[in-house]
């Protein structure tokens, strides 16, 4: 269960909105001032990536530069003008790419959504998929099923990526890597990122599936006559679910983590790939604006998923006068 | 660690359908933790090789009689590599492990027991973090206290804090909400006595399960870390860095990186299945 | 386009008879098509010997029909670059792109002669401060905006300008006074002191002429170039690569290329692919056409390939070196200085870093570099003796249990810091047989990888004892770049922290060539004299190509042109 104070008395919606208004802005607010620590703790010069790879720059032109972007400002000072200008939005110019933060992270989402949203709808089938057939059955399939999905959980990701390039697109020519946006070259990435999500939902489900088979409703149904599919698929799968919904949160992560090494591995853009050039180069304003805006996309996801429990469980609506 | 975590934190003691895996019970997985302890303790009984020995004359010479993995691009024997490694790699493992365990249940009692304003932020702090790849958290780590294999055991375990953080605080809700804990209430004991007595030895009982099943996960994000190239240091064998290092030799010198992954790969599933089999039979006292 | 002509260099270039064929004949095929088909070899009205290609003879057989229009070539890179602008970046992959979209007032060959291009003639007085260059009339931006002499001083008052935050393109231009546009096909460039290496900057991509249009209305130039080159660039994606398509009315080739005119390839994709493996398989798998960076391990594989072929152009400059720091720690004493480059046998060890692939560093500059002293390599070399007894002078005379020189307690340990994103893993393979042949004299050598930002901080902070870095660029000028105190870090890549080179770097600067020569010889032998630097390898430009890809060119810098390259069917 993601932690959220359930037992809070809701009288009027203005008051929860309100309520969880607050609680976003103090997060972002941590998650910025926590980032602004961390970076301003770490070594590394801007003004060396600020002019650009070769490095031969003048005492002038180097204090020029500091100015121009306050960095010779005290820390205070730095901070509250940093934290002024993100709650309103403008997370300023990368260093490295001077551009307007807002820009580079729009540029490199549409291909990280693209192989995110992929890899999600094929960790999901796979997921449920294995569940579904191999849920409270003992037999070769489970066994071979869960073995699989341990072996993959117990693989370096970016190993694995290398191996199914080198077999199917190398060995065997049957995915191109090379090829631009299409979506032949979106296959073996989104495999790759997806199978660890997916031994992992599997894993997730099928524990949910049993869970609810062994209750006494499941018998009740089965009684009635229903069979052994409509009652996995309609009433079953319902229950795991909803426990499949707490992971929202670390799929989310997986997504975006596994994407850092996939797309190295795959030579894609993405989010992934300016995260990791930013922390190297120590792109101060890209960074903070990552953290930021990954910080708001995961309160919100959970927020979002409190309101959906509502919904999908009726225990919870009950429990909320 | 966060996907191992989430596996646990759905796994009930009261479900009760073992997996296939778990029927040789805690015999078939200790055998290669067994040997993998004695790798750690006295690596000089696998090897007589020294794992930084250059042998120019032996580059990139696949697996034989004389080097059993082989060697790679500076002649170096990779199966003495592998056996050095495994000291570092389940050392830093293991202190991850401890360091994200004893942060978790720090902060997970405060987002459980703090004032519900502290509390309400400390819980979306920790979702926050579950959110962020630890990946990138580990990165941060490392670039700001710089590399070495303390620093990359640090990086790994602070960036898994938020998982077990979770783990703890809905384990002491359900502790809070259990009967017995009412009942202390009514018998009027103080608050500290009931969160010291009760709280915590109860809500942090399924972490032992948990960190054996977290110290595989740790291992691999240890060596993701000498992926991207901010690992340890070379020339030191770690099991990622051999991994690393062997992946420009895929095709020429398969062996430099296969034989590392696939130890790699024995040993996180060996450690999972012992976790596993551990919970189970954890669950099987508590049932009795 | 009036160039001379060399034509060794251009073995597998196309013959310029069939070329002219195909330019007055033939309708262009559209754009981004690749040319697989009968049909449109049919209308490109190839000689008869096409035909015998298309019935299936090897592609080694086509080869000698002459080029063919169209197609596109895809390179995989194994870097990629933040900023597209070549005149605010240094990134050499920003160069190797831009080349093929921005024009140079001259052009330089790969023997180092100057060519027109943009510029049909220049001259330079006798003391080497106006150069004055004559445009060549008719060229357009691919804006249509037209390229005059207006333009070219837009462009590097643009340069000057601080705002820009140029920093080696700005470099490059050294200590310009003004440049002015008496009339609209004249450029005159003014210094106050002399500068002699101002052409060979000019050949660069990084002072390629940009559409002044473009620049004036651009936010930002970071993410595309709008030049006159012989492509265009459609698109720049961080993280991915870049697209380039042909120009149709380009008509103003470098004096240096084999043929004048609109290039073959109707499209180029850069594809970044920074793993080795997958860089590689996508070549072997033929997904794609070309690489950079072959992985030595697989030079030799490659070579062999009856469908593949490496080329491999030494680079000029300042090769492969481990930079030591005199100004702190063990290596302030030039003996132990002395004893460290000693101590290594450089050859056997990068033999076996870079399986033969490349040649053994003999001298701070490269061999392809102007004014390169080959005297210098009989100067110093391994000498285990030689070492030892210089460390025994200096003090180390102990040795601890390890095998360690201590002295007075502390041991001779030296700190090796790099980036870990921009040094290959060939580099470090080299670096780890270097610690362990050094570990033989005494030394212990530490590696101390870092990312970006903590190697600036750390060699600014001078907390080293050894950095390296190669620079690319055939005149010796570079050295001043690497070895002038006014570029110690963080001003610079002068990893050494030497002072004492100033003068004669400054005076070589505009020095009429005979004394330049001289100058540049009496560096040379100081660097590695007072053991400065350790150079050890000759860095090369390795691409790896389908023998599909003909009519590479080369320019002085070592880089591949792609303006004569054609795709045999």
């Not at chain 3, 270097?434 to 033989?440: E, G, L, R, S």
């Not at chain 3, 007072?530 to 003909?550: D, T």
Request: aromatic share 8%; with cysteine; glycine share 10%.
């Amino acid at each position: 269960m993601p932690g959220s104070p359930r037992s809070r008395t809701a009288p009027a919606g203005l008051v929860v909105a309100l309520q969880r208004l607050g609680v976003i802005l103090s997060v972002l607010w941590a998650a910025a001032t926590i980032a602004f620590v961390a970076i301003k703790a770490i070594p590394g010069d801007p003004v060396a990536i600020l002019t650009g790879g070769e490095n031969v720059v003048d005492a002038a032109e180097r204090a020029a530069l500091v100015a121009r972007y306050g960095l010779d400002q005290p820390l205070a000072v730095q901070y509250a003008r940093y934290v002024a200008h993100a709650l309103a939005g403008d997370f300023g110019q990368s260093y490295q790419y001077r551009l307007p933060v807002i820009t580079v992270i729009a540029e490199a989402a549409g291909p990280t959504l693209q192989l995110a949203g992929a890899a999600m709808v094929l960790a999901l089938g796979l997921g449920l998929a294995s569940a579904l057939v191999s849920a409270g059955r003992r037999g070769w399939l489970r066994g071979v099923l869960s073995g699989l999905e341990l072996v993959v959980l117990s693989t370096p990701v970016y190993w694995f990526g290398l191996l199914l390039i080198v077999l199917f697109s190398f060995t065997l020519g049957w995915f191109p890597i090379i090829g631009g946006d299409g979506i032949p070259a979106l296959v073996l990435p989104a495999v790759a990122l997806s199978l660890p999500l997916a031994a992992l939902l599997a894993q997730v489900l099928r524990d949910g599936l049993e869970e609810a088979l062994a209750q006494p409703f499941a018998l009740t149904i089965r009684m009635r006559g229903v069979g052994e599919a409509a009652l996995r698929l309609r009433h079953a799968l319902r229950h795991a679910a909803l426990a499949a919904s707490t992971l929202a949160g670390t799929l989310f992560a997986g997504v975006l983590g596994g994407s850092i090494l996939t797309e190295t591995v795959f030579g894609r853009s993405g989010i992934g790939q300016i995260t990791i050039q930013a922390i190297r180069t120590r792109d101060m304003p890209l960074l903070l604006g990552l953290v930021m805006l990954s910080a708001l996309a995961s309160v919100l996801i959970n927020l979002s998923l409190d309101a959906l429990y509502r919904r999908i469980d009726p225990r919870l609506r009950r429990a909320a006068p | 660690m966060t996907d191992m975590l989430a596996i646990i934190d759905r796994l009930r003691p009261d479900r009760g359908s073992p997996a296939p895996w778990h029927r040789p019970g805690l015999l078939v997985p200790l055998v290669p933790v067994l040997l993998l302890a004695v790798a750690t303790a006295a690596p000089g009984l696998f090897t007589g090789l020294a794992p930084d020995a250059i042998d120019t004359d032996a580059i990139l010479a696949p697996p034989g009689p004389a080097h059993g993995f082989g060697t790679d691009q500076l002649g170096r024997d990779v199966f003495a590599r592998v056996v050095h490694g495994t000291s570092l790699s389940l050392t830093i493992g293991l202190g991850a492990t401890l360091v994200a365990c004893a942060g978790g249940v720090l902060l997970g009692l405060a987002a459980a027991l703090a004032p519900p304003v502290v509390r309400a932020i400390l819980v979306r702090l920790i979702d926050v973090f579950l959110a962020f790849p630890e990946i990138l958290l580990a990165l941060l780590v490392i670039v700001a206290l710089g590399r070495g294999p303390a620093n990359t055991l640090l990086a790994v375990g602070l960036s898994s804090i938020a998982g077990y953080a979770r783990l703890v605080r809905s384990q002491v809700l359900q502790v809070v909400r259990s009967g017995y804990v009412e009942h202390a209430v009514a018998l009027g004991e103080p608050r500290r006595t009931i969160i010291l007595r009760h709280v915590i030895p109860n809500a942090t009982r399924p972490l032992v399960v948990v960190a054996t099943i977290g110290l595989g996960h740790a291992v691999l994000t240890a060596s993701a870390l000498s992926f991207i190239g901010l690992g340890v240091v070379p020339p030191v064998a770690e099991w990622g860095a051999l991994l690393a290092d062997g992946r420009n030799y895929l095709d020429t010198a398969p062996w430099i990186s296969v034989l590392p992954a696939t130890v790699v790969a024995v040993s996180v599933i060996a450690i999972t299945i012992l976790g596993r089999g551990l919970q189970d039979l954890l669950a099987g006292s508590d049932g009795s | 386009m009036i160039g001379p002509h060399r034509s060794q260099l251009r073995a597998e270039g196309p013959r310029r008879t069939a070329m002219t064929n195909l330019r007055d004949d033939a309708p262009h095929p559209a754009p981004g098509r690749p040319l697989r088909r009968p049909a449109i070899l049919g209308r490109l009205g190839m000689l008869a010997a096409a035909a015998v290609c298309l019935l299936g003879a090897a592609a080694r057989d086509c080869r000698a029909d002459g080029p063919v229009q169209g197609g596109t070539l895809t390179v995989g890179l194994a870097s990629d670059t933040a900023i597209i602008d070549p005149s605010i970046t240094g990134s050499s992959i920003t160069a190797l792109i831009t080349r093929h979209v921005v024009d140079s007032l001259v052009g330089q060959a790969e023997d180092k002669s100057f060519t027109p291009w943009l510029a049909e003639r220049w001259e330079v007085n006798a003391d080497n401060t106006v150069y004055t260059f004559h445009l060549r009339r008719g060229v357009t931006f691919s804006d249509g905006t037209r390229l005059d002499a207006e333009a070219v001083a837009f462009n590097i008052n643009r340069i000057l300008d601080p705002k820009t935050t140029s920093s080696y393109a700005k470099s490059l231009l050294g200590p310009l006074d003004t440049v002015a546009a008496p009339d609209p096909d004249t450029v005159v460039f003014r210094y106050k002191q002399p500068f002699v290496p101002l052409l060979q900057g000019l050949s660069l991509p990084y002072l390629g002429i940009q559409s002044p249009t473009y620049l004036r209305d651009a936010r930002s130039t970071t993410n595309t170039v709008v030049g006159s080159g012989p492509f265009i660039l459609e698109r720049y994606v961080k993280g991915s690569g870049s697209q380039l398509v042909r120009r149709k009315d380009y008509a103003w080739g470098p004096g240096f290329a084999a043929h004048t005119g609109p290039a073959y390839l109707d499209a180029i994709a850069f594809r970044y692919l920074p793993e080795a493996a997958v860089r590689l398989g996508a070549l072997t798998s033929g997904q794609i056409q070309a690489i950079d960076e072959v992985p030595p391990a697989n030079f030799r594989a490659v070579q062999a390939d009856p469908r593949l072929r490496v080329v491999t152009r030494e680079n000029p400059g300042v090769n492969w070196s481990l930079f030591l720091n005199t100004s702190r720690g063990p290596f302030a004493d030039i003996r132990v200085r002395q004893a460290f480059q000693s101590a290594i046998d450089i050859p056997p060890l990068v033999k076996v870093a870079f399986f033969g692939s490349l040649k053994p560093a003999d001298n701070i500059l490269g061999p392809a570099t102007l004014h390169y002293d080959p005297a210098v390599a009989h100067s110093w070399g391994f000498d285990p003796q030689r070492a030892a007894r210089l460390l025994d002078e200096a003090g180390w005379t102990r040795t601890d249990p390890e095998g360690i020189r201590t002295k007075a307690g502390a041991r001779l340990a030296v700190r090796f810091v790099y980036d870990v994103a921009f040094s290959g893993a060939d580099n470090l393979t080299l670096v780890q047989a270097v610690q362990y042949a050094v570990k033989k004299a005494g030394f212990d050598l530490q590696l101390d990888p870092l990312d970006a930002g903590g190697f600036t901080a750390r060699t600014a902070a001078n907390d080293y004892d050894m950095a390296s870095i190669y620079y690319v660029r055939p005149e010796p000028d570079i050295l001043r770049t690497v070895f002038h105190a006014a570029y110690i870090p963080p001003n610079g890549a002068n990893f050494s922290r030497v002072t004492a080179l100033d003068a004669a770097l400054t005076q070589a600067v505009g020095a009429p060539d005979a004394v330049r020569g001289g100058l540049y010889r009496q560096v040379q032998a100081e660097i590695i004299g007072s053991a400065y630097a350790v150079p050890l390898y000759v860095p090369a430009f390795q691409l790896g190509a389908s023998k599909r890809l003909n009519g590479i060119s080369w320019t002085a810098n070592a880089k591949p042109s792609f303006y004569d390259a054609w795709l045999a069917p």
